[in-house]
């Protein structure tokens, strides 16, 4: 048992930036070939660049994860150039653009529960049969610490990421008899493209000091929790929803 990723193929949405680029970065590091998806073509040949220096292969898929029917082809389609896909990351996401919920419009809400959700539901749907017939796979979806606790800024947020929890738990139960273990992780807070722009410093710092570990994430620490989820050392995990966060969920912010 280890940590090795050797002969494994990944498929990770979303990995055009942040926290799914590390994913990607560390998973071709412990000897996957990486699949990476995204719809920003210039963040995801950056990740390309990164991941490939390990010298695993690397496939871009440019793809929208809200159209099922070309994330599919195009999920197929690499699936059968690798021969397999061992791990999928659902990772895609938006984030709730700080919204008061009587502000939360039916299109903020369709673009939130399309992209978080939906994609993750038939990407995953396109995945499981040649799982099945590996009788092998490691499913990880990416839900939040606001799925746990809530959000006072973001409830089409929440609800999308608590909606993956309770996808994560079905599949779980569905698709254990074929060795297939799925699990989701809940970051906590993370310095991305994604929470970064309007972000004051001093209100950085002062949401730090409540942390009880005293620091945000690092750039890999929620790509080592994934990691670990995709390696044989997680064989008898299924149905968690693992948050690293430095034990801000314990304090309850
Ligand atoms: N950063 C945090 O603090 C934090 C905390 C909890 C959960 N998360 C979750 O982690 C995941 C990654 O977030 P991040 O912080 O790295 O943000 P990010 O914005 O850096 O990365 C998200 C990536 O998803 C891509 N993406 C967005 N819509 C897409 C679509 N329709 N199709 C394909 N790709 C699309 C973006 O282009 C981007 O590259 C998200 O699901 C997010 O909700 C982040």
Redesign the pocket.
């Known amino acids: 048992m280890s940590l090795s990723l050797d002969g494994r193929v990944a498929l990770i949405?979303?990995?055009?930036?942040?926290?799914?680029?590390s994913h990607a970065v560390l998973m071709a590091e412990r000897g996957a070939d990486v699949i990476i998806?995204?719809?920003?073509a210039d963040?995801?040949a950056e990740t390309a660049e990164k991941a490939g220096a390990n010298g695993r292969r690397i496939h871009q898929v440019v793809?929208?994860?809200?159209d099922i029917a070309a994330m599919t082809n195009a999920a197929k389609k690499a699936e059968a150039e690798f021969g397999k896909i061992d791990i999928l990351v659902n990772?895609?996401?938006?984030?709730g653009q700080r919204l008061a919920f009587e502000d939360i419009t039916e299109e903020a809400y369709d673009r939130m529960v399309?992209?978080?959700l939906k994609?993750a539901f038939f990407l995953t749907q396109a995945i499981v049969p040649g799982m099945k017939e590996c009788r092998y796979g490691k499913i990880i979806n990416?839900?939040?610490?606001?799925a746990m606790g809530g959000n006072n800024v973001a409830a089409h947020?929440s609800a999308a990421?608590s909606a993956l929890s309770g996808l994560t738990n079905s599949l779980a139960r569905e698709l254990a008899e074929w060795n297939i273990m799925v699990n989701a992780v809940?970051?906590?807070?993370?310095?991305?493209?994604?929470?970064s722009p309007g972000r004051d410093e001093e209100g950085l710092k002062r949401r730090v000091e409540q942390v009880p570990l005293q620091r945000m994430?690092g750039e890999f620490d929620?790509a080592y929790t994934v990691a670990f989820l995709a390696s044989d050392e997680a064989d008898f995990i299924t149905g968690q929803v693992i948050s690293p966060n430095g034990g801000e969920r314990i304090v309850g912010i």
Do not use: H, W
Request: hydrophobic share 30%.
């Open positions: 949405t979303g990995a055009g930036s942040g926290i799914g680029r998806n995204d719809i920003n963040g995801l793809e929208d994860v809200r990772n895609a996401g938006v984030s399309d992209i978080n994609g990416t839900s939040s610490m606001y947020y990421k809940a970051p906590g807070f993370v310095l991305t493209g994604m929470t994430s929620i």
